[in-house]
């Protein structure tokens, strides 16, 4: 006969957590979907860019995105309860603080990763269980295909994806430019750069650099389109090409910023041996990861690295590892770990020296 569960407790790892407490923070995990939807819409529709010159009505709203008014009234309201639009008294609604992160050009903007999670990305995390059963990504169940070849065909994906690794990476590229010690370095090509967010952070940083970006065809355009408005097109120089078939050679730095996790063991191990045979002598390499730990917490940084580690199961072959089995890939491929720098926003800068 069903027992009820109201008042009761439920006993967890020794720990006695309120039944009904329980019940609301899974019922409000099972459908957050609603969050990740309701805020590519919005990115989408570009709400927050409409709303940073001044409150509107909905009506209005309506009428500029050709939306249904009543619906998109619903859609805002929502929006409201994120802490995103507030509602004023009059039944306008204005930006909040927070939504100003979804406009266009906020120096912040995660506009282009919230389309990309909730509109390219969407489909892929609903074979989850297919990739569980398979071991084998969401993503190569549909197509049968590995990598990014989903987006090379794909104008308007493509320039989703770049902007989503964009905004991520600016949320990092600072600190790695101020921590990591590029005094004696010349020359520095970044691997897999997109459009270069984190090779002209550091190029502005340290006026002494030359950079090249070096990814695939389609990331070239923005990547000349960033460099020009950071202020350092005369030195940065552009290659596109696969990792898997050769980099760049003869510079003083590399950097490998979340490229790793995206690949197996196979894979990792022939990107990081064309890095070394593309390495000066003396040079080194900048690995920067999410570091899994040797078992998950219930913090919101073990949260966001164990939504990664899921994200590349779906999405690509790859996943998040922790220090030891990164050291092991590193050591499988002549290098060693030289030194660390602290997660920065749930990353970890690792520098690696090939073994003589």
Known sequence: MPVATSGMAIRTNATYVPADAAMGRLLEQIGASWMTQAISVAAELRLAD?????????????????????????????????????????????????????????????????????????????????????????????????????????????????????AITRLIADELARVVDFSTARSVVDVGGGHGELLTVILSAHPHLRGTLFDLPHAMSGAA??????????????????FFDAIPAGADFYLLKSILHNWDDDQCGVILQNCRRAM???????????????????????????????????????????????????AGSGFRVAQTWPA?????????????
């Open 50 to 166: 409409l709303l940073a010159t001044g409150p509107r009505a909905a009506e209005a709203l309506g009428r500029e995105t050709q939306c249904d008014p009543a619906a998109l009234h619903r859609l805002l309201r929502a929006l409201t309860s994120l802490e995103l639009f507030v509602e004023q008294d009059d039944g306008a609604f204005a930006l909040a603080p927070a939504g100003t992160l979804l406009c266009a050009e906020s120096p912040q903007s995660v506009r282009s990763w919230a389309i990309w999670c909730g509109k390219y990305h969407w489909p892929v995390w609903a074979n989850l269980l297919g990739s569980v059963r398979s071991g084998i990504s969401a993503r190569e169940l549909a197509t049968g295909r590995q990598g990014y070849a989903h987006i090379e065909g794909d104008q308007e994906g493509a320039a989703i994806f770049n902007g989503a690794m964009v």
């Open 225 to 242: 389109t960033r460099a020009a408005q950071a202020g350092v097109p005369a030195r940065c120089e552009f290659a596109s090409g696969s």
């Open 280 to 330: 000066a002598a003396g040079a080194r390499l900048l690995v920067v990861e999410r570091i899994m730990p040797q078992r998950l917490g219930t913090s919101a940084p073990d949260r966001a690295v164990a939504r990664s580690d899921l994200n590349m199961l779906v999405s690509l072959t790859g996943r998040e590892r922790t220090m030891a089995e990164l050291a092991s890939l590193f």
């Open 344 to 356: 920065v926003r749930e990353f970890t800068a690792i520098e690696v020296r090939p073994v003589p």
